[in-house]
C-alpha cells in the first residue's frame, strides 16, 4: 500500500472528475490525505474523508491564503468535528510572492503560524509546514521556520513537548537544514520535484537522510513528477516519487513503498 501524504484534490482543476481521480488512486493501492490551504477547503477534505475509507484530512490556512479575519476557534471546531482529521496543515511561511507591503504580510505569517502551532500542540495533532523561500534567497525561510519551531525566537519551548511534531513538506531547504528538522523530529516530505533532472541537491538530501524519516506526497494538482511533469498531478502518481528515493538510494523499490506508509502512518497516529 502506498500513501499520499499530502494532496489538494479539493482544487477546482479537479471539479469534472474528481471521482475518477480518487478511483484511479485506489485502484493503484494508494490512499490519501488532503492537505488544506484555507477554511474553505478544509471543510471540503474534512468532508471527503469522512466519505472514503482510505482517506483523511488535514485542517489548516496556507501561508499565501491568510486573510485579516482569520478565526483560529472555526479550524478548531473543524479539527475536532471528526476523527478523519489527523493533522494541522498546511500552514507556515512562503515569502515567494510577498511584492508590496512585505513586512507586515511576514509579520502577519509569523503571527499565524504560532496560532496555528498552538493549535496543534492543544490539540495533539502533528504539524504539516509548508515553506518557501523569497526568489533570491531559498532557504532564509527556513532558518526562521526552525527559529519558530525551537522557540529560539521568542525564547520559549514550544515543541519539547512533543516526540514527533510532524512532516515539513515538500521540502525545499538545504541538507544542513534538514538535519535540524530531523533532529526536532520531524518527518521529511518529498514530492515529484526529486524526479526532475535540475533537482541535484534535493537528490544528494534524499541519499542522505533516512528512509525512516521520509514520506511521500504528490502535492497534487501542483508539481507532477516525470514523465508527467507540467501537467496535472494526481495521488495515484506517488509511485514515481517512491521509484525515484528507491533509485538514489539503492533500495527496492516495495521496501520504499512499505517503510514510507508505515512512516505515514506512524507520524499521524492511524
Ligand atoms: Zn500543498
Redesign the pocket.
Known amino acids: 500500500m502506498l500513501i499520499d501524504s499530502?494532496a489538494?484534490i479539493t482544487f477546482a482543476e479537479y471539479s469534472d472528475d474528481l471521482e475518477d481521480v480518487i478511483k484511479r488512486s485506489f485502484a493503484s493501492n494508494t490512499q490519501i490525505i488532503n492537505?488544506s490551504?484555507n477554511y474553505e477547503t478544509s471543510v471540503q477534505a474534512v468532508e471527503l474523508a469522512e466519505k472514503y475509507d482510505g482517506m483523511w484530512a488535514l485542517v489548516g490556512c496556507?501561508p499565501d491564503d491568510l486573510r485579516s479575519d482569520l478565526d483560529i476557534e472555526k479550524y478548531k471546531r473543524l479539527a475536532q468535528s471528526s476523527n478523519k482529521v489527523i493533522g494541522i496543515g498546511?500552514v507556515g511561511l512562503d515569502y515567494y510572492r510577498l511584492g508590496e507591503n512585505a513586512d507586515q504580510i511576514m509579520r502577519k505569517q509569523k503571527e499565524v503560524f504560532e496560532l496555528f502551532i498552538k493549535l496543534a500542540l492543544d490539540l495533539n495533532l502533528p504539524l504539516v509546514l509548508?515553506c518557501r523561500g523569497t526568489k533570491d534567497d531559498s532557504y532564509g525561510a527556513y532558518d526562521e521556520m526552525l527559529e519558530i519551531l525551537t522557540g529560539s525566537a521568542d525564547g520559549s519551548t514550544k515543541l519539547a513537548m512533543t516526540a514527533s511534531p510532524g512532516v515539513i513538506?515538500?521540502y525545499g531547504g538545504n541538507l544542513e537544514q534538514a538535519k535540524k528538522f530531523l533532529d526536532l523530529g520531524f518527518y521529511i516530505g518529498i514530492t515529484g520535484i526529486v524526479t526532475f533532472k535540475n533537482a541535484k541537491e534535493l537528490q544528494q538530501i534524499v541519499r542522505e537522510i533516512p528512509l525512516d524519516k521520509i514520506l511521500v506526497e504528490t502535492?497534487a494538482p501542483?508539481l507532477a513528477p516525470e514523465p508527467f511533469r507540467g501537467q496535472r498531478n494526481e495521488p495515484a502518481y506517488v509511485k514515481y516519487v517512491a521509484r525515484k528515493i528507491a533509485d538514489l538510494k539503492e533500495l527496492a523499490f516495495d521496501e520504499v513503498v512499505k517503510q514510507t506508509y508505515n512512516n505515514t502512518r506512524k507520524l499521524f497516529r492511524f
Do not use: K, L, M, R
Open positions: 499530502h489538494h492537505a490551504n496556507h498546511e509548508h513538506h515538500c502535492d501542483f
